[in-house]
T-cell receptor, first 114, second 110 residues
């Protein structure tokens, strides 16, 4: 079974610190990877996508991908209380024919303390 | 901006009722998905569709069916609602690269 695993959390960091969220995946052929943020009671919203090995930066967010290790991470610099949410890792996995579908991890709850 | 809308934010139904959840997207996407989300279980795929009148089972299709008569609309049907179908239901629409979620429908089955 194709799986996506995230560190279970919850993760608590002080305001201004770096939050590090980790994810591993089982399908070695996966090519595209996503991080979604989900506030309590709301639907997931896409915050980062990454397709190539290495780092991708967008403001305070950095996604890191290592396909050889089947590992993707999200770093949040200068964490703010507004970053408190559940973060979902998603991996695009082959599902047969010419089709792909996203497989999600169960999420990591991040709390940023003022 | 991509917009995915769902017909209801909150819904209360009784056991045995037939329930329709509607999802509409305005970006001409071919791919649409229905998930349910439960504490501790994460997002689980119920059904998906890659084209009009086309549907495929996801990981937990039992007790559900879907309909896609038009490209922009994907409906989830609970033929006979049961209490274990109380959940948050999320519709999503996807282009080649990115998947967008609707606001969700929180369904309570009494």
């Amino acid at each position: 079974q194709k799986e996506v695993e995230q560190n279970s959390g919850p993760l608590s960091v002080p305001e201004g610190a770096i939050a590090s969220l980790n994810c591993t995946y089982s399908d070695r052929g996966s090519q595209s990877f996503f991080w979604y943020r989900q506030y309590s009671g709301k639907s997931p919203e896409l915050i980062m996508s990454i397709y190539s090995n290495g780092d991708k930066e967008d403001g305070r967010f950095t996604a890191q991908l290592n396909k050889a290790s089947q590992y993707v991470s999200l770093l949040i610099r200068d964490s703010q209380p507004s970053d408190s949410a559940t973060y979902l890792c998603a991996v695009n996995m082959y599902s047969g024919g010419s089709n792909y579908k996203l497989t999600f991890g169960k999420g990591t709850l991040l709390t940023v303390n003022p | 901006d991509v917009k995915v809308t769902q017909s209801s934010r909150y819904l209360v139904k009784r056991t045995g009722e037939k329930v329709f959840l509607e999802c509409v997207q305005d970006m001409d996407h071919e791919n649409m998905f229905w998930y349910r989300q439960d504490p501790g279980l994460g997002l689980r795929l119920i059904y998906f569709s890659y084209d009009v009148k086309m549907k495929e089972k996801g990981d937990i299709p039992e007790g559900y069916s879907v309909s896609r008569e038009k490209k922009e609309r994907f409906s989830l049907i609970l033929e006979s609602a049961s209490t274990n179908q109380t959940s948050m239901y999320l519709c999503a629409s996807r282009d080649d690269a990115t998947q967008y979620f609707g606001p969700g429908t929180r369904l309570l089955v009494l």
